[in-house]
């Protein structure tokens, strides 16, 4: 219990000090386009919703959350601090879980987790991207808590369904990847349709998002894409492309993630189920910076899933 306390203050101060860092240096809130919509136009997209019925509220919850807070600044930027810190105490409950009791080690080692560059960014934003990162962590509690999550998720992004394929049994994952293949060649044309409507998208909104696209390769490029860019997010190389700050901050999180696993298991976080469920990201993003926010929580998720796999604790369903 105490250290859980522990955890959770040291999430909160760390967010609040990466919050002051950010507001010295010229980050302010508004920092992320979303950020704006969020603050500005809440209310009345809330109410929008709720004239088109339940339907109109998958992935598009957040704005109601936004809307009962307020459109309030303050309390949606405090309130993602506090699920930072409520996540991290699910990461010290999988990391115990996994690794056994916290020694010195092994605590320097969760530190890896807690207290990751992106994520504590996040945390100083308006942005949803906090919130569907602990419900992507809870599903790796349990089967209960897995339900619980997936029929929550669709409400803030309905894509974010595909988090919870990294915890499918080989035989249903394999069976849903021969479905896919199967549905892309009887309905060919109408996919390749919706996969040329996505590369058309203009998705690369930052000056240091210079990570290649390979939009003008059409299919071609939609397919490297899928191969290339998953593994430019699962070993960090993705900064290479442009040394700003922003990807380097990103890129070091990455790191952290594999020196876990590494001194813990030998290996790094790449699996076949988070490189193959990546990639159909890349099929629907066209900039890597709103790429890598799509994926994070496979990367969140990923450390705990190698660990949990080689120590042989997690029960696939």
Known sequence: MKFNIHIFTLSLVAALATLIFERAIG????????????????????????????????NNSYYFICSLLGQSILA?????????ALANLVILKLHIKFTGDVDLHKYSLLLLLILN????????????????????????????????????????????????????PRAIFAFGVFCAICIFFIFNERVVGLMLEFN???????????VPS???????????????????????????FGLSVPFLAVAMGVVMFNI?????????????????????????VTGYGSYIRYVY???????????????SRLREF
Request: no cysteine; net charge neutral; charged share 10%.
């Open 260 to 284: 876990y696993t590494f001194s813990l298991v030998g290996r790094s976080i790449f699996t076949w189920k988070i490189f193959l469920l990546m990639g159909v990201f890349a099929i629907l």
């Open 200 to 210: 058309a998208n203009q998705m690369q909104f930052r000056e240091f998002d210079s």
């Open 117 to 168: 560059p992106y994520r504590l960014h996040l945390a100083t934003t308006m942005l949803k991207d906090t919130l569907i990162i602990f419900l992507a962590l809870i599903s790796l509690m349990g089967f209960r808590n897995w339900i619980l999550s997936f029929m929550a998720m669709p409400f803030l992004r309905v894509i974010g369904v595909f988090y919870y394929g990294v915890l499918l």
């Open 214 to 240: 390979f939009q003008d390769s059409g299919l071609i490029g939609i397919a490297i894409r899928y191969v290339v860019w998953p593994i430019l997010a699962l070993t960090a190389s993705f900064s290479l």
């Open 27 to 58: 980050i302010e809130w508004d920092f992320h386009p979303d950020a704006i919509t969020y603050a500005m136009t809440s209310h009345e997209i809330s109410q929008n919703i709720m004239g088109g019925g339940l339907s109109s509220a998958i």
């Open 76 to 84: 949606i930027i405090a309130m993602n601090m506090i699920f930072f």
């Open 297 to 311: 929580p496979f990367l969140v998720m990923a450390p705990l899933i190698v660990i949990s796999q080689s120590k």
